[in-house]
């Protein structure tokens, strides 16, 4: 198991019995997309992982998917258990930063009544990085 400064992006971290994949860390928090199980409902900012990345990521379960959807958690709570390649963490972010654009054109599309709410012309603060 990693200590707590030793974690990076790519590693695989447990989290209040949850797994998670750290796509960016600095000194004190981490961005965290988590690992859900593929028999769960699928949402489109879910992304399959190939077999090679699961057979490195030391899961319990060999059949999950990443969910594309960040949040932020103190490196103080999280356990390293595993890591993916490279290459995995650049197709979870390029999949997290198209997710976050079709949310984003699907708000602006929502029409003026929800613009008017928050105030013509703001955008939303801090909703992909939710505690």
């Known amino acids: ?55 490195t990521a030391n899961l319990p379960f060999r059949d999950m998917r990443l969910r594309a959807t960040p949040c932020r958690r103190r490196l103080s709570t999280l356990i390293g258990v595993g890591a993916v390649q490279p290459d995995c963490v650049v197709r979870a972010l390029h999949h997290m930063a198209q997710e976050m654009r079709e949310s984003d054109r699907r708000l602006s599309s ?20 939710r505690r």
């Open 1 to 55: 198991m990693k200590t707590n400064s030793q974690i990076k992006a790519g590693d695989i971290v447990v989290c209040r019995k949850c797994f998670f994949l750290v796509v960016f860390s600095d000194a004190c928090e981490a961005v965290l997309c988590p690992l859900i199980l593929a028999s769960d409902l699928r949402h489109r900012a879910d992304l399959e992982f190939h077999w090679g990345d699961l057979a």
């Open 110 to 129: 929502v029409g003026s009544g929800r613009t008017q709410a928050r105030g013509e012309g703001q955008k939303p603060s801090g909703r992909y990085l």
